[in-house]
């Protein structure tokens, strides 16, 4: 009986180190695909958002922790550019850059028309107005319609008085990436406005919509100014380069949602 149950056992050792090694070799292989598709996704997403980059047609594949970048740019530099950021990447060990370059290089153009490059940008420059817009005190945004096209903005739908249409207008031409602003924002007045109960709003939600709506803004460099709320009060504190800046500030700070007052003596001019 012992016999048998060592043969038995000798047996299943066997068999489980025959089926267990395999496993093993694919659980490994399938790591290392999804590590390879994780870093291609990576590279790409570098690219797409690199300014000198993005206009330019890129494909990436990882085989092993080897990235291969096929594809035409403009120039040396950019080739360069590409080969440095995908090396920068941790997990990559080697980079075979097969690209080749065009001087005469065309940028690829969408079904529409646009660049994929255009159609980031005017997503960006969208959700941008419409952050602008749903921070603001004065317009509601679940009325109003963005949509953006090489930079053109346009919006549609309606608002509760004159002033927030024109606001609206004034907050997306002052945004970056804005080239124009067709505003068809129609005037629906409604009665129990009045009536609607206010809503304490937290004092780092307005420093932070506030900062936001700052660095979005094309006329003013929200990088240069520093902005806390202490109940409902913003103060701006920094560098501007014009009185004109300095206004367009406050004016951007008093527009958020839940800002009783602006004090802007600490924004000096550089």
Known sequence: MKRLNKQHSTALVLMLASVSVPVI???SKTSQQLLDARLESQIQTTYQLSPYLRHDDISVAVTEGKATISGRVENDVNKDLATEIAQGVKGIDDVDNKM???DNYQTPI???????AEHI???SVTAAVKSKLMWSRYIDSGDTKITTKKGMVTLTGSAQTKE???LAGNLAITTRG???VDNKLTVVADPDNESKPGTVIADSWIT???KSTLMYSSNVDGSDIAVNTNKGVV???GLVDSGSEKALAVQLAENIKGVQSVDAASLTFK
């Open 100 to 102: 080749i370059t065009e």
């Open 178 to 180: 804005v080239v124009s």
């Open 208 to 210: 932070t919509k506030v």
């Open 164 to 166: 927030a249409v024109e």
């Open 235 to 237: 103060t701006l504190d």
């Open 110 to 116: 969408r079904k529409d028309g646009t660049s994929y």
């Open 121 to 123: 940008d005017d997503a």
């Open 25 to 27: 070799a694919q659980d």
